[in-house]
């Protein structure tokens, strides 16, 4: 592969208070191999990067073709972003968080100057799959999508998009985030469509706030007393405001939100239950920061992401 450069922008230091202590929590930092796979390759490309190219066309004054030397060069920046999959279920793991290197991608739509009208863009992967992102989020100067380079301190590995792949904070995988990039095409919604939207999935795809139970296990056993209840909550690019616990559907307690590393990465939570004998059921919620509060209405991934809240089952001996 190849060294990465030293970013031009650092991330933020993550603040110790953002990650709780907590056997069986998912760590707010998701390790490469554990970082979940979702997409249509048989086979993962293998793409040289000394052949690569990244095309930006179609609606634009100024087509911009790229190199991967062409874009090494470049002001990379760090940010830390959580990404998930429309296809989560309630309570699923389609998601992680990582730390990223890339270049902003309103600098280079900047560069190729989009035409009046212009409200989508078609990125394109080597293998030919590809996804419809609102332009206007591609250009949100306070929302960093970028065109990434590296993972958590490291190249991208091979099946998470190498050499390069996007990113972008608070859409889902579905409309966002191509890897193996090799084409921007700027254009219109009611012009063209993409992979998925073509088999029934929704033309944008905004992520939902949602949370989930890590600890305890649904089936788990434990003494009476107190019994420490954690997980993990998002809603990327909006950030979580709080989160609840409800008993067996008593009334809801807040939990100790962790530290918020930014409104773009999932956020840890705990709470101490009183735990009396007998089986009981726990249920989360969230609150995202703009005050919207987590449907219990239960729907299916199709046609724009889950909703419903998690729970789980466990017995108190």
Known sequence: LFTLPAPSVTAPAIPPAASVSVDGISPLITANADFYRIDTALQVPRIDPSTWRLKVTGMVENEVELSFADLLALPLE?????LMCVSNPVGG???GNATWLGYP???LLSRAVPTAGADMVLSRSQDGWTASTPLEVLTDTGRNAIL???MNGVPLPLEHGYPVRMVVPGLYGYVSATKWVVELNVTRFDQHTAYWTDRGWSERGPVK???RIDVP????RAGAGTVTVAGVAWAQHTGIRRVEV???GGAWAEA???TAISADTWRQWTWSWPATAGAHTLRVRATDAAGLVQTDIRQDVIPDGATGLDEVSVTIA
């Open 78 to 82: 760090e940010s830390t972003t959580t």
């Open 217 to 220: 296990r649904s089936g788990a």
């Open 105 to 107: 991608i309103r600098n």
């Open 148 to 150: 990434a380079v590296g």
């Open 93 to 95: 793991d389609l998601i």
């Open 209 to 211: 706030v949602s949370s």
């Open 246 to 248: 409800q008993v067996d």
């Open 256 to 258: 100790t939100l962790a």
